[in-house]
């Protein structure tokens, strides 16, 4: 493994940006490693953070909520009630619920943040797309490579609820609507276990800061 020492950016591999997908279940610690990353100088684009933007901030997105779930979705300031929002698709027992949601936010919040991707490649050698959906809505073949956060189950629920406040009927109903730890290894280049301290999650993650604006353009002829 380099050091920082050994690092020469004359060195990294010429050609199209590197555009990377990070991923995990809910609770694996995702966050914590998009922060890393961060930290190391790549850009990052949080899907959740993209969503709440759209979902508050395009009138279409804002009108086709407001008629699928209600009023009571937003505030009279248009700020969105995402617990009402979490409760109403994770927790009840209508499936169309999720489905009718992902219909109406998830193509507007994708172009946005392939748009958004576009343009930080112009100056960047590696852009990071930080989505937990990421194969739940196959779009994998859209990356270069994935990087998945993985995590023992009993220290996501831990984390969940001391850090969230999240009931264990709150977890699971959320670890239902996505692919597991097993599925993540299969279809992920890089898989990061988070089964330890932050100091070890931030050793696991370190590899992959360092190697990462050296890895070849999968899309490159």
Known sequence: MNTDSDIDHDDEIEGEP?????????????????????????????????ARFVMEHDETVKHALIHRFGEQLYSQTGILHASALAEMVFT?????????????????????????AGELAQEHDVVIIDIALLFELDLGDGFDYVIGVISPQESRFDRLIRDRGMTKEQ????????????SLKEQCDFIIENNGSIEDLEKASQYLVEILPYLPNTSAE
Request: glycine content about 8%.
């Open 92 to 116: 009840s027992n209508d499936l169309r619920n999720l489905s009718d949601l992902n219909t109406i936010v998830h193509p507007i919040v994708l172009d946005r943040m392939f748009a958004m």
């Open 171 to 182: 977890i699971t109903a959320r670890m239902k609507t996505q692919i597991n730890d097993d």
């Open 18 to 50: 590197l555009l990377i997908g990070l991923t995990g279940g809910i609770g694996s610690g995702k966050s914590t490693v998009a922060k890393i990353f961060e930290q190391a100088g790549f850009p990052i684009i949080n899907a959740d953070k993209e």
